[in-house]
């Protein structure tokens, strides 16, 4: 067994150092790290051009060759954009500018009303990653080799980075990367396309829960318990970290969005440190014991 499996927290802390998952263009980027490039430069695109709302950006083609990707991808990115809300497409037509990427107050009430809107819908899908990414995880800790491990570790990366600037589009972004490379460690490819399908449908509910104070590093510590029990190869922590995530997820949308089931008391407020060492995600990362 890999060093690596036996020091979970000090492989996370050397890969703090490499650059930003999405920033790699090496052979080893998925499908959803090349659309997740893209989106940021589609962003950092609508300022450079100064676009304003309403706004028609360059078609396909054009931002194909600009990003030098396919048009598959260039697709991709648009519809995460527009399911997000800060682009709408018009079929033909082109796509237009809905929300500037800095305008988050002005998504926040959508992504709400989607929640409440989808309800059902949330929660019975939720049920079902409860139940399916559990198992994931704890295939993951059996599977799981050293390049799957450097994946969830990068997603951890930005995600930490996240938390310390916190950016929505970017969280979402941590928490798909993290999840999907979470089903492609279990090895299973079957699983992993039923769950990520239905994570990619909840893409607005992840925005949502995103927004809510100390969500983004009380997630942190939660996917960071997560990896450690994979990368220490043990399943049943695992899978019980998973659960606790994902069940804590759905807390947070029943009590804070849905105001249902008891909702929380008001929170005061904190820094974004106080957050984190509250969470646990500021603690210190160092080797597991072997």
Known sequence: MSATRHNPRLALQDAMQEDDFIE???????????????VAQIQKLIGQLGLDLGDRLPG?????????????????????????????????????????PDQIGRLRAGWHQWVM?????ILETLEVRIGGEAFAAELAARRAGPDDLN????????MKAVCVAPDPTAFVQCDLAFHDALLRSAGNETLRELLGALGEELI???????????????????????YEAVASGDGSRAAKAMREHLESVKQDILSSILNEGGASQPRTA???SDEMTKSGAARKIKPVAE
């Open 117 to 121: 809107r989808h309800r059902g819908r």
């Open 204 to 226: 607005p509910e992840r925005a949502a829960i995103a927004v809510l104070k100390g969500r983004l590093p009380r997630s942190y510590a939660q996917h960071l318990a997560i």
């Open 151 to 158: 994946q969830l570790m990068r997603a951890l990366q930005s």
């Open 24 to 38: 790699s263009t090496g052979s080893r980027s998925s499908a959803k790290q090349r659309r997740d490039m893209v």
């Open 270 to 272: 904190m820094s974004t």
């Open 60 to 100: 396909e083609r054009q931002l194909g060759v600009r990003f030098g990707v396919s048009r598959g991808t260039i697709r991709e990115a648009i519809q995460f954009l527009a399911t997000m809300g800060f682009l709408e497409v018009r079929h033909g037509g082109g796509s237009f500018l809905r929300a500037m």
